[in-house]
């Protein structure tokens, strides 16, 4: 009786049917590796409660999915264009999260092939590895903080054209005028530079000279900003 209970509607006699005490040894399995690939993602990183809940249940809900699939074609194209579907309705995240993303994917997968020893071996390896990087800041750089965005805010009756170019390459080795943008009703300009400093002990003093060149108007300093997604 309970295993007719189990039995899909549409089942044939060449489906197999996945034993009740199998299919909750591999949802067990998934959640623990969920949980453990959670954990080393956490380990020296900024994230969302969110994010790491969803992390630890996401190599379950894939493991169900490829026991159900279980050989069947048609329904492993549907998974795939289902799955597909999720990109477009969430937002982008960092290359960091999409990584942590695919690694419990692929762990949820090899649970549902019914190979857990070699899904928690997966799952330690690369959490192992990931929590190595995190700690030694891999790919951090050590020229970052020269990289920097700067907006000067000028008067409408300056001519920025060429007015602050000896002052950047006193102080830069590389300088970009990426966006000229007028504010407060078109009563002054707004530029924006890509600018790599000399060095990054240098910043203060490029300020106080831009200020003396824009009539100490607000002068901003940042990280540097791209165009392009962070991937």
């Known amino acids: 009786m309970l295993d007719n209970l189990f039995r899909g509607l549409f089942d044939t006699e060449m489906t197999t049917v996945i034993p009740v005490t199998d299919f909750l040894l591999c949802v067990a399995s998934a959640l623990i590796a969920g949980l453990l690939l959670a954990a080393c993602y956490m380990y020296r990183t900024r994230y969302t409660r969110s994010f790491v809940a969803t992390l630890a249940l996401l190599p379950a809900i ?76 891999f790919g951090a750089g050590k020229k970052a903080a020269r990289y920097r965005t ?13 007015v602050f170019d000896e002052l950047l390459r006193e102080y830069t080795s590389a300088c970009e005028l990426t966006q000229v943008k007028t504010t407060n009703m078109g009563s002054l300009f707004r530029l924006t530079y890509n600018i790599t400093l000399r060095s990054a002990s240098m ?28 991937l």
């Open 203 to 230: 910043e203060k003093e490029l300020i106080d000279k831009l200020r003396c060149r824009n009539g100490n108007l607000e002068i901003t300093v940042s990280k540097q900003e791209t165009i392009t997604a962070e």
């Open 150 to 162: 700067l907006h000067i805010t000028i008067p409408e009756d300056l001519d920025y054209t060429g």
């Open 62 to 137: 894939v493991c169900v999915v490829i026991m159900m699939v279980n050989g069947n074609v048609g329904a492993g194209v549907a998974v795939a264009g289902a799955f597909s579907l999720v990109r477009f309705r969430s937002v982008p995240g960092t290359a960091k999260e999409i990584g942590a993303i695919f690694l419990a994917m692929g762990t949820g997968l090899i649970i549902g092939m019914g190979y857990i020893a070699y899904a928690f071996l997966f799952a330690i390896v690369l959490g192992a590895a990931t929590m190595l990087y995190n700690h030694i800041d």
